[in-house]
């Protein structure tokens, strides 16, 4: 247990736990864990990998995972973190996330090569269930002011918050008490945010099975950026898995180009590296700041364990290629790649207009002071004339690669 413990201490992950040694007795006996993951979409994103990048610890300490993707809870709503009532999913949109992300799920699993895992989508839990088994079994073992008194809800109540998203504890506290009973799971695992909806499930069941039942939480670290801010779907960009959503370039440059300090975080947290290679790779990087090291380091076992080493290599080769502006040499294989990056849509009007039109640059006084001093560039090549038009002769690959200054890159499409 204490080396479970220093392990997840050490890779910024573990914040609570419930009752150390009840935990203590699931590592002891390698028993099961349960993490939940809500298909509000299509595709798993860099927070949820969080969750299944800790299963893969945990698995090597000798404890099993299941995973449980909320076909019905998702259709609910957790209110946990959020400020706000979350969007309704229909059933048919539910149900296609659950699929395509089972399958992203038990790809990942394969690849990190976790033993004995099992994923369950609650939906199963209750789709026999009718409302009077819902309020005569369960409901009446929660208490309201309990309930009122869980930071998801009371942090809500100024804003208001429905019936449905208040009621989300009671249904993730029935899927930890049915996998107790049906899977022995013993240990639920959430972000920082669910210590409250964990702890209803610990009393369900304790009221349920009996107070010396052996059932525990722990929580972890939420991913979060240099400053704080929450990495995942909810605030700014999602880093999704799904390369249809963000391609593997695209999480290749945010990785490269998030701080060292990030980067180093972030090694720790979404990768299985062990202590001794992290230290080795520090060493270096510390020795030689400028080659970016580690950042390059998390790129490759993430986009290799999520993608391919092949896909990761081409991230290099097409990086370096763009950095050299060595545009007319990009290979065709890039087609699809560059048509998913970040860009604007041509159209016939001057490019000076397009990249203002666009708040690519602040006005024709600065698109103009950057021309004049032959910061302007297309596909490398230096612009001279103000009013030229993005015409096809500029067109590679569908894309034309624009220059403004010496940092800001826009790919334009066709």
Known sequence: MKELLND?????????????????????????????????????HLGHFLSLNLSKILNNHGLNPVIV???????????????????????KTIKENVN??????????????????????????YESMSIIDLYQKYGKHFNVNTMLSKDSVKNRICNGISYTEFSYQLFQAIDFLTLFREEKVQLQ??????????????????KLEGTETNACGMTINLLTDENGNKIGKTQGK???????????????QYFLNVSDELAEKLLRQVTDISKEDYDGIIKLCHANRKDKL??????????????????????????????????????????????????????DISLMDLLIEEEKVKSRRE?????????????????????????????LNNVAFINIGKKNKVIVHK
Request: charged share 30%; aromatic share 8%.
């Open 100 to 125: 395509k992300i089972t399958i992203q799920i038990k790809n990942i699993l394969k690849k990190q090569n976790i033993k004995n895992a099992k994923i369950i989508d609650n939906t199963k839990i």
């Open 238 to 252: 999602p880093i999704w898995l799904s390369k249809e959503k963000t391609s593997p370039y695209e999480i290749y």
């Open 69 to 91: 993707i909320g076909g019905f809870t998702g259709m609910i709503g957790d209110p946990s973190g959020r400020n706000s009532e979350r969007e309704v999913v229909d059933k």
């Open 367 to 395: 698109y103009r002071e950057f021309l004049k001093n032959g910061c302007i560039k297309i596909n490398g090549e230096k612009v001279i004339d103000e009013n030229l038009k993005l015409k096809e002769q500029f067109i």
């Open 294 to 347: 580690i950042n390059k380091e998390l790129s490759k076992r993430f986009i290799s364990l999520i993608h391919s080493e092949k896909e990761f290599d081409e991230c290099v080769e097409l990086s370096k290629l763009l950095f050299e502006e060595k545009y007319t040499l990009i290979p065709n294989k890039f087609k699809k790649t560059l048509e998913m990056l970040p860009s604007i849509k041509n159209k």
């Open 189 to 206: 695992l959430g972000g920082s945010d669910q210590w409250g909806n964990i702890v209803a499930g610990i009393d369900l069941i304790r």
């Open 8 to 44: 997840l201490e050490w890779r910024g992950l573990y914040k609570d736990i419930t009752n150390k040694e009840s935990i203590s007795k699931v590592v002891q006996e390698k028993g099961k864990f349960y993490i939940g993951i809500d298909p509000t979409s299509d595709s798993i």
